[in-house]
């Protein structure tokens, strides 16, 4: 359960990750439902002026580092990377994921968990642009620049900027469920969720060239999971040729056709599972698996629990 949540800031500090932090964390909702948070802010020299990404601005952190010792979470936002931090810190993270507490960085803040040496291992990401740098200074973590954020239990690392919120909703969503994660998402005009599961790896949804969207494509295909859809088909819905039209969706969604729809017909499932009444079989031709054992198989692959467990778990803790 998420009941204080420590903010540790370190010179060079990015405002907006430590905005994004503050604004799912530190702001009072409980009018909407949401539980109350004991958010602290802390640095190793509390009270003093930091430095942050700003050049005409500085943050002071009101508590210091022992507000980490009882913390549920610990969140670590941007900061300038750099081959050393301070070692007050580290020791302070170190401590609490010993204990079990939950780490979670937004963007470059993954680097003052490999500087920890926590990431050893285990796979996690930061903003596509530090990747190089990152793997060359933590050869052993396991780096994955392709993602919004990583799940890998006690610690949550995520990329660049708006990936934070993802990251700090999904584990508002673990830990609280998705009935907390929605109400905080709509005080902040986001989506709850832009794909995922349990232990998740999200696909970058953003393309990286110009040209023409096919989000109108991709808006028709939500609309119709239950439609078969094939790559011809669909090229003629977007008016391409079919090679075109599969280079440019692979550009566009980091997937293909097949992959992209199975996924959003997993979250169909998974809204009607949190949602509904439904049994097992309306739900899998609601959502286009047509069978019970289509929609087992592939919302156990991408969420990463059957149906019915995921049902048990959220329609509980909602």
Same mark, same amino acid.
């Given at each position: 359960m998420? #009941?204080?949540?420590a903010? &540790?800031?370190?010179?060079?500090?990015?405002? $907006?990750? $430590?905005g994004?932090?503050?604004? &799912?964390?530190?702001i009072?909702? @409980?009018?909407?439902?949401?539980?109350? $948070?004991? $958010? =602290?802010?802390? !640095?190793a020299?509390?009270?003093?002026?930091?430095?942050?990404?700003s050049?005409h601005?500085?943050?002071? /952190?009101?508590?210091?580092?022992?507000e980490m010792?009882? !913390?549920?979470?610990?969140?670590?936002?941007?900061?300038?990377?750099r081959?050393?931090?301070?070692?007050?810190?580290l020791?302070?993270? #170190?401590?609490? +994921?010993?204990?079990? /507490?939950?780490?979670?960085?937004?963007?470059?803040?993954?680097?003052?968990?490999?500087?920890?040496?926590?990431?050893?291992?285990?796979?996690?990401? @930061?903003?596509?642009?530090? !990747?190089?740098?990152f +793997?060359?200074? *933590?050869?052993?973590? =396991?780096?994955?620049?392709?993602v919004l954020?990583?799940?890998?239990?006690?610690?949550? @690392?995520?990329?660049?900027?708006?990936?934070?919120?993802?990251?700090?909703?999904?584990?508002v969503?673990?830990?609280?469920?998705?009935?907390?994660?929605t #109400?905080i998402a709509? #005080?902040?005009?986001?989506?709850?969720?832009?794909?995922?599961?349990?232990?998740?790896? &999200?696909?970058?949804?953003?393309?990286?060239?110009?040209?023409e969207?096919?989000?109108p494509?991709?808006?028709?295909?939500?609309?119709?999971?239950?439609?078969?859809?094939?790559?011809?088909?669909?090229?003629?819905?977007?008016?391409m040729?079919?090679r075109?039209?599969?280079?440019? *969706?692979?550009?566009? @969604?980091?997937?293909?056709?097949?992959k992209?729809?199975?996924?959003?017909?997993?979250?169909?499932?998974?809204t009607l599972l949190?949602?509904?009444?439904m049994?097992? +079989?309306?739900? !899998?031709?609601?959502?286009? *698996?047509?069978? /019970?054992?289509?929609?087992?198989?592939?919302?156990r692959?991408v969420?990463?629990?059957?149906?019915?467990?995921?049902r048990?778990? *959220?329609?509980?803790?909602?």
């Amino acid at each position: 359960m998420l #009941r204080k949540i420590a903010v &540790v800031l370190l010179e060079d500090v990015s405002l $907006f990750e $430590f905005g994004v932090v503050s604004e &799912v964390f530190g702001i009072d909702r @409980t009018d909407d439902g949401v539980p109350p $948070f004991e $958010f =602290k802010v802390c !640095a190793a020299e509390p009270g003093v002026p930091m430095s942050t990404s700003s050049s005409h601005s500085a943050v002071i /952190a009101p508590y210091g580092l022992e507000e980490m010792e009882d !913390a549920d979470l610990i969140a670590v936002p941007a900061t300038t990377w750099r081959h050393a931090y301070d070692e007050r810190t580290l020791e302070a993270l #170190r401590r609490a +994921e010993a204990r079990g /507490a939950i780490l979670l960085t937004v963007c470059s803040g993954a680097f003052v968990l490999g500087a920890a040496g926590l990431l050893d291992g285990r796979p996690c990401t @930061t903003h596509w642009r530090y !990747a190089q740098q990152f +793997e060359e200074q *933590f050869p052993l973590a =396991k780096l994955d620049a392709d993602v919004l954020f990583v799940d890998d239990g006690n610690i949550i @690392t995520s990329a660049g900027t708006a990936a934070g919120i993802d990251a700090c909703l999904h584990l508002v969503r673990r830990e609280l469920g998705s009935a907390v994660a929605t #109400r905080i998402a709509r #005080r902040m005009v986001v989506p709850p969720q832009r794909d995922g599961g349990q232990r998740q790896y &999200v696909e970058v949804p953003v393309p990286e060239q110009s040209g023409e969207s096919l989000q109108p494509v991709l808006d028709w295909m939500v609309e119709n999971l239950t439609v078969e859809h094939t790559v011809p088909a669909l090229a003629r819905q977007a008016q391409m040729s079919e090679r075109t039209f599969a280079r440019r *969706f692979v550009a566009e @969604t980091g997937t293909t056709p097949l992959k992209w729809v199975t996924t959003q017909r997993v979250l169909r499932a998974r809204t009607l599972l949190e949602q509904t009444r439904m049994g097992i +079989e309306q739900i !899998a031709s609601e959502s286009g *698996f047509g069978t /019970a054992a289509l929609l087992r198989h592939h919302f156990r692959r991408v969420v990463g629990v059957p149906p019915q467990d995921y049902r048990r778990t *959220f329609r509980t803790t909602a």
